[in-house]
């Protein structure tokens, strides 16, 4: 199938009503904020989720959750071990054809990268293994357009979870939970560059597949710090080239897109004339 043909960019915003986007496990898995008290998520947990929708959708992933895993295996290294196995042996011995093999076998690899860097059994005779592979797209954090506050709650429980030897009540606090309080709206801004797409497989097909996991971003990602309804995609603007060059620096296609404060974006045509866009509401 032919590579990616056309530089594309993207800017998306989504909003978050009291629930936490991306908890910071060095301060107390509160939300995470800049010094100036913006709103972050980081660009590690935004590729968590696509990686979330495209196995929803029936693609292969290297990089799975331990609680999302659907092939059996208990870690990166043991998925790599298993693929490598159904590869000849020449493959197996050939860096090049390592690299293209995984980019063909899992959708993440050939879209985001990865580094293959697992040790080999010596009594068996392994060689360790380090394959960097750098991938066509590219995703910033997202940032808050306002300053954020933060709500921090008690959680308590009204039943006895251990028996005591008085035998009174346990203790009643369970921990903290944290999250943005009220309603805030967060901007990130991507890009994929064919030049990288060529390297890697990443087609347009591809293309597809990482729009419609960014419009569906939050689906099947409730949990008790991001209730149902909590988190919501507002617009997608997406910006294709006509070129593998692209007619501009992305920088620029970016700040052409201006965005109010419920997250609804405008994109100002004068300054990039000629560029096809779209923009799509959330789903």
Same mark, same amino acid.
């Given at each position: 199938?032919?590579?990616?043909?056309?530089?594309?960019?993207?800017?998306?915003?989504?909003?978050?009503?009291?629930?936490?986007?991306?908890?910071?496990?060095?301060?107390?898995?509160?939300?995470? #904020?800049?010094? /100036? &008290?913006?709103?972050?998520?980081?660009?590690?947990?935004?590729?968590?989720?696509?990686?979330?929708?495209?196995? @929803?959708?029936?693609?292969?992933?290297?990089?799975?959750?331990?609680?999302?895993?659907? @092939?059996?295996?208990?870690?990166? !290294?043991?998925?790599?071990?298993?693929?490598?196995?159904?590869?000849?042996?020449?493959?197996?011995? @050939?860096? /090049?054809?390592?690299?293209?093999?995984?980019? /063909?076998?899992?959708? @993440?690899?050939?879209?985001?990268?990865?580094?293959?860097?697992?040790?080999?059994?010596?009594?068996? &005779?392994?060689?360790?293994?380090?394959?960097?592979?750098?991938?066509?797209?590219?995703?910033? !954090?997202?940032?808050?357009?306002?300053?954020?506050?933060?709500?921090?709650?008690?959680?308590?429980?009204?039943?006895?979870?251990?028996? #005591?030897?008085?035998?009174?009540?346990?203790?009643?606090?369970?921990?903290?939970?944290?999250?943005?309080?009220?309603?805030?709206?967060?901007? #990130?801004?991507? !890009?994929? !560059?064919?030049?990288?797409?060529?390297?890697?497989?990443?087609?347009?097909?591809?293309?597809?597949?990482?729009?419609?996991?960014?419009?569906?971003?939050?689906?099947?990602?409730?949990?008790?710090?991001?209730?149902?309804?909590?988190?919501?995609?507002?617009?997608?603007?997406?910006?294709?080239?006509?070129?593998?060059?692209?007619?501009?620096?992305?920088?620029?296609?970016?700040?052409?897109?201006?965005?109010? /404060?419920?997250?609804?974006?405008?994109?100002?045509?004068?300054?990039?004339?000629?560029?096809?866009?779209?923009?799509?509401?959330?789903?």
């Amino acid at each position: 199938m032919t590579s990616l043909q056309h530089k594309i960019d993207f800017v998306l915003t989504f909003a978050v009503e009291n629930a936490n986007p991306n908890g910071d496990p060095l301060n107390g898995n509160r939300p995470r #904020t800049t010094a /100036e &008290g913006l709103g972050e998520m980081s660009d590690v947990a935004e590729k968590r989720k696509i990686r979330n929708r495209l196995q @929803d959708a029936g693609e292969r992933i290297f990089v799975q959750s331990t609680d999302r895993t659907d @092939d059996g295996e208990k870690s990166l !290294s043991d998925r790599w071990k298993a693929f490598t196995k159904t590869l000849s042996k020449e493959d197996q011995k @050939d860096r /090049e054809a390592l690299s293209y093999r995984a980019c /063909e076998q899992w959708i @993440d690899v050939r879209s985001f990268g990865q580094v293959f860097a697992f040790k080999g059994k010596e009594k068996e &005779g392994d060689a360790s293994v380090s394959i960097p592979v750098r991938g066509p797209f590219t995703i910033q !954090s997202a940032f808050s357009l306002e300053p954020i506050a933060i709500d921090d709650v008690q959680i308590t429980k009204s039943v006895n979870g251990e028996t #005591t030897d008085t035998n009174k009540k346990s203790s009643d606090t369970m921990g903290m939970k944290h999250r943005v309080s009220g309603r805030a709206v967060y901007v #990130t801004h991507g !890009s994929i !560059s064919p030049q990288l797409a060529e390297k890697t497989g990443f087609t347009e097909k591809d293309a597809e597949k990482i729009k419609e996991a960014l419009l569906t971003l939050f689906e099947n990602d409730e949990s008790s710090a991001r209730p149902a309804g909590s988190m919501e995609v507002v617009n997608l603007a997406w910006f294709t080239h006509n070129s593998k060059a692209g007619q501009y620096s992305s920088a620029k296609v970016h700040r052409t897109a201006k965005v109010d /404060e419920e997250g609804v974006i405008t994109v100002d045509t004068a300054h990039i004339p000629g560029l096809h866009y779209e923009v799509l509401e959330g789903r």
